[in-house]
């Protein structure tokens, strides 16, 4: 009887391993609507306090759920940069060079401009 139960035990251990095989990985989905794209420079930083991040192309708007860049430093060539603040919405940070960094109330999410040509107007 006792044979009879290791058997049993052992034969179920092997059916349930048999059973979890792993799935193939899915394919990256597109960006949808309700998902936005991230840029590429943007990826690595994201929930990452600390890191730096040089934009390529302005005006651009980095949505906060899909990408937190609470503490992020962003940068745009020739025009400066700022580091995303900590709190609410609702900030604008700007430079005389024309960078300016908007973390949007509500969202959170962030908007980087700079204007075509910098310096005083």
């Known amino acids: ?10 034969t179920a251990a092997v059916a349930g ?3 979890a095989a792993p799935q193939p990985a899915s394919p990256p989905q597109p960006a949808s609507p309700s998902q936005p794209a991230i840029p590429s420079e943007f990826r690595a ?3 990452h306090p600390g890191a730096q991040v040089e934009v390529r192309k ?8 899909a990408c937190d860049l609470t503490g992020v430093a962003i940068s745009y060539r020739d ?4 580091t995303v603040p900590h709190g609410g919405g609702g900030t604008g ?3 005389s060079n024309g960078f300016e960094l908007t ?6 999410d962030v908007t980087i401009t700079a204007p075509a040509t910098h310096g005083n107007a």
Do not use: E, Q
Request: some cysteine.
């Open 45 to 47: 930083a994201c929930g």
């Open 79 to 82: 025009f400066g940069g700022a």
């Open 1 to 10: 009887m006792k044979r009879m139960a290791v058997l049993i035990l052992a």
């Open 103 to 108: 973390v949007h109330s509500g969202s959170l």
């Open 58 to 65: 302005v005006p651009v708007t980095i949505s906060h759920a």
């Open 17 to 19: 391993c048999a059973s």
């Open 93 to 95: 940070i700007g430079n």
